[in-house]
T-cell receptor
């Protein structure tokens, strides 16, 4: 079946850039997502990218997609303490209820 | 709009007890889903519904039942709780099929089964 993998933990200093990486196995993915989960809360959609795009920028967020390597990344510029959260990568490859989530990366921002 | 609400926030059960996790949404979304979140694993789909009266199994349905009598509510029932069901449970809803349509998540229910 489909698999989505992420590293478990990332620590950065406030003001630096954060890069969270994700790899997936399903080459037929059509949408790829980044969700943010703050402590004690549900997942919140941050941004998404269509599979026919290489890059999407949204304010401090930049999503890069390398379809050949099945690699997705989320770059957060000027990381703030409020960015501390767990970030989930997810992919949708069509079909019913077929959104597959990664394991989540915990981002720790050090003041 | 309250969005997606879940109750309770936290629950402790003994093995063999039953309980119902409540989920409600006020966005008139047709699609609703239940996920569980375990350490080191992504969210896994338990059951889902595409509208009132229609439910189906997801990836990990064993030990759970659902029903959808109204558009707004989608309760998840644990018939006989087991320690393996210790997890954080999230309910989600979307206007259309998740994937093309954005899913909105509730705040979660943390369940501990002793």
């Amino acid at each position: 079946g489909e698999d989505v993998e992420q590293s478990l933990f990332l620590s950065v200093r406030e003001g630096d850039s954060s890069v969270i990486n994700c790899t997936y196995t399903d080459s037929s993915s059509t949408y790829l997502y980044w969700y943010k989960q703050e402590p004690g809360a549900g997942l919140q959609l941050l941004t998404y990218i269509f599979s026919n795009m290489d890059m999407k920028q949204d304010q401090r967020l930049t999503v890069l997609l390398n379809k050949k390597d099945k690699h997705l990344s989320l770059r957060i510029a000027d990381t703030q303490t409020g960015d501390s959260a767990i970030y989930f990568c997810a992919e949708y490859s069509g079909g019913y209820q077929k959104v597959t989530f990664g394991t989540g990366t915990k981002l720790q921002v050090i003041p | 709009n309250a969005g997606v609400t879940q109750t309770p926030k936290f629950q402790v059960l003994k093995t063999g007890q039953s309980m119902t996790l409540q989920c409600a949404q006020d966005m008139n979304h047709e699609y609703m889903s239940w996920y569980r979140q375990d350490p080191g694993m992504g969210l896994r789909l338990i059951h889902y519904s595409v509208g009132a009266g229609i439910t189906d199994q997801g990836e990990v349905p064993n030990g759970y039942n659902v029903s959808r009598s109204t558009t707004e509510d989608f309760p998840l029932r644990l018939l006989s709780a087991a320690p393996s069901q210790t997890s954080v449970y999230f309910c989600a809803s979307s206007l259309g099929q998740p994937g093309p349509e954005t899913q909105y998540f509730g705040p979660g229910t943390r369940l501990l089964v002793l």
